[in-house]
């Protein structure tokens, strides 16, 4: 169980580590876990079972030229897998179509796989394909090159870039959901048993809307009459991308009952940081850093404000809590799901993969107080709670061997120095929020919502 941690034990937790630090002596990793998984074995039994189920695999990672993805390809290949990476770039013609840029100057493709190669001595190749389109090419690719899984990155994740206009909407809607249709059908089409490894989000539950914990997909139920069930989580999206993650939720439901394909969703948390061991291997290899209005998400956010010295966006009361994992770990999760695939005809496996969870204002209060920088309450941009709990189950994950890293573990610093070194690329003009959820929440963020001038006055 994860649950809110109360501002007194943020506050005191400044540790400072070079990122070469942390990264050449592996992640420091809290001995005591926030997380509550059932303790029947020791931390080095539950990665050796792990590690008994692991044999390398060749994997295809959809989207795996993004935040997520990219990290997670080079920590899959660098752990012995055969990496193919496919992905259609939309994510860097949005930036265009956005006018803002990865804080981070990421090299193309073409140098990434290049690069890799120079210092890892192992190929990755890459398959430039939209996978909400080209779906004869998806079929194909999985006959020829004949996956023993597919990771699945490739959809539009911000949710206000969903919610920015009707063609934010309905681009979202049409990339996200044919994209998840085409994998499953193509799989069905290639004749292939390809276990699916999908990155959901915790947004599909909705934030602390069942009243007590929230369990890892299927939750207990008393239906009418007194019978007992144990159902999907009721679907409770906050927006439109979100509610793509819900309706992948049930084709993965459909097609599992329908075809059998072995499928694992991963319900995941915000995810932080920038670099990872394999990332800070040479330049070329860097990880992308989103912090506009649309992209950028809340604790990248705030430790690039932090470093910069303009006031940190809190919108509204900042009383919504999220669940949070670091990057590093997103990458450890996916191998772990790799590794552990549901047997042909197994219900859809789905794990939580979050470390811990925050209030808002209380990861603003950490960056707050490591940088002298403060808390500006903005107007929300978002129709949401303006406070919620949020206690959600990750035992599956920490049972098999995931010591999740927390916030207070002195990764900041790593960020921080990315931002100090690429800060000469940022455009103060987008660090205000650029979306609205709807009419009313856009008129009161126009009277009340500061000026990029006010914000940027003491920026350093
Ligand atoms: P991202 O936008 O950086 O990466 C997504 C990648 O998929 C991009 O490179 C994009 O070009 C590619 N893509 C999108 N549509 C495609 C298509 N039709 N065909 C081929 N490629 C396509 O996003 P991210 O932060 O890396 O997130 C990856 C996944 O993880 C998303 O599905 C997201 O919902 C999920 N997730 C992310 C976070 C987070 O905090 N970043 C948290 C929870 C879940
Ligand atoms: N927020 C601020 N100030 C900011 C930015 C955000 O207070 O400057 C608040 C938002 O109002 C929201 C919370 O912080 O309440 C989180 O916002 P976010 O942009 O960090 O995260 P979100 O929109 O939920 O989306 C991100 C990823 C998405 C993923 C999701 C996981 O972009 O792909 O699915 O996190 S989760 O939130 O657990 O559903």
Redesign the pocket.
């Known amino acids: 169980m994860v649950k809110l941690l109360g501002i007194a034990l943020l506050l005191p937790l400044v540790i400072s580590f070079s990122p070469s630090t942390i990264f050449n002596k592996g992640l420091t990793r809290s001995a005591v876990s926030t997380t509550n998984y059932s303790p029947v074995t020791s931390p080095s039994i539950r990665r050796g079972a792990t590690e008994l189920n692991a044999k390398n695999k060749k994997v295809v990672v959809?989207?795996?030229?993004?935040?997520?993805?990219w990290p997670t390809s080079l920590y899959l290949s660098d752990q012995g897998h055969d990496i193919i990476i496919?992905?259609?770039?939309?994510?860097?013609n949005i930036d265009n179509e956005l006018g803002c840029d990865s804080l981070t100057p990421i090299a193309s493709p073409a140098e990434r796989v290049r690069a890799w190669e120079e210092v890892s001595g192992k190929k990755i190749k890459f398959v430039n394909?939209?996978?909400?389109?080209d779906y004869a090419e998806l079929v194909e690719l999985f006959k020829t090159e004949k996956p023993d899984t597919v990771v699945?990155?490739?959809?539009?994740?911000?949710a206000p870039y969903s919610m920015k206009s009707s063609k934010g909407k309905r681009y979202t809607i049409d990339?996200n959901v044919p994209?998840t249709n085409n994998l499953c059908c193509a799989i069905v089409d290639a004749e292939r048993d390809i276990h699916v490894v999908h990155?959901?989000?915790?947004g599909v539950y909705g934030y602390g809307t069942s009243g007590g914990e929230i369990p890892e997909g299927y939750i207990d139920v008393t239906l009418p009459g007194g019978r007992e069930s144990n159902i999907l989580h009721p679907a409770y999206p906050g927006s439109v991308?979100h509610a793509t993650?819900c309706l992948d939720a049930i084709m993965f439901q459909f097609y599992q009952k329908n075809d059998q394909l072995r499928i694992t969703d991963l319900h995941?948390?915000?995810?932080w940081g920038t670099n990872t061991p394999q990332t800070i291997r040479d330049e070329r290899l860097i990880n992308?850093f989103?912090y506009d209005g649309d992209?950028g998400?809340v604790l990248n956010r705030f430790l690039m404000q932090g470093a910069m010295g303009v006031p940190l966006t809190v919108y509204g009361t900042g009383g919504q809590t999220r669940a949070f994992i670091h990057v590093t770990d997103t990458a450890r999760c996916i191998e772990i799901a790799i590794n552990n695939p549901p047997k042909k005809g197994d219900r859809v496996e789905i794990f939580n993969q979050v470390a811990e969870t925050r209030r808002v204002r209380d990861i603003a209060g950490m960056v707050a107080s490591r940088t002298g920088v403060e808390m500006k309450m903005v107007p929300n941009p978002r129709q949401e709670a303006a406070e919620n709990e949020l206690d959600v189950s990750n035992k599956k994950f920490c049972n098999l061997g995931l010591e999740p890293l927390t916030l207070d573990e002195g990764l900041f610093d790593e960020v921080t120095e990315v931002v100090q070194k690429y800060k000469h690329r940022c455009d103060p003009r987008m660090i205000l929020p650029a979306t609205y959820w709807n009419k009313a929440r856009a008129e009161e963020c126009e009277k009340k919502m500061p000026s990029v001038g006010e914000m940027t006055k003491d920026m350093k």
Do not use: P, W
Not at 152 to 158: G, N
Not at 199 to 202: E, P, R, S
């Open positions: 959809l989207g795996g030229d993004g935040f997520c993805g496919v992905d259609n770039l939309s994510r860097r394909l939209d996978v909400a389109k699945h990155f490739a959809e539009q994740r911000a990339n994209g990155l959901g989000t915790m991308y993650k995941q948390g915000i995810v992308r989103d992209y998400t």
